[in-house]
């Protein structure tokens, strides 16, 4: 069974925006880690406010939607 030139150029452009997913995930994760050692002693470290709640919902959720792009891109599940 062949495919279709349609159908190659889709699943390389699929491919292509996988590794871009990886590529933003990974530079997103690499970057809160460097300044995890900040947000322990400027978040973690003082009284619970309304900033540190916006704070975490963003930085957390943020890479929790990050993370859930990356295993939607590389899943090998059939969508259709």
């Known amino acids: 069974m062949s495919i279709s030139p349609s159908q190659a150029a ?3 452009e699929n491919s292509v925006f ?3 997913q990886i590529a933003a995930t990974t530079a997103a994760l690499y970057d809160h880690s460097l300044f995890l050692g900040r947000e ?3 978040i ?5 406010s309304i900033v ?4 975490i ?3 957390y959720l943020g890479d929790a939607v990050l993370l859930a792009g990356v295993f ?4 090998p599940c059939d969508s259709s």
């Open 57 to 59: 919902i963003d930085r």
């Open 40 to 42: 322990i002693e400027l």
């Open 72 to 75: 939607r891109a590389v899943c």
């Open 10 to 12: 889709s699943a390389s």
């Open 18 to 20: 996988a590794y871009v």
């Open 44 to 48: 973690w470290g003082t009284p619970p």
């Open 52 to 55: 540190t709640v916006l704070y």
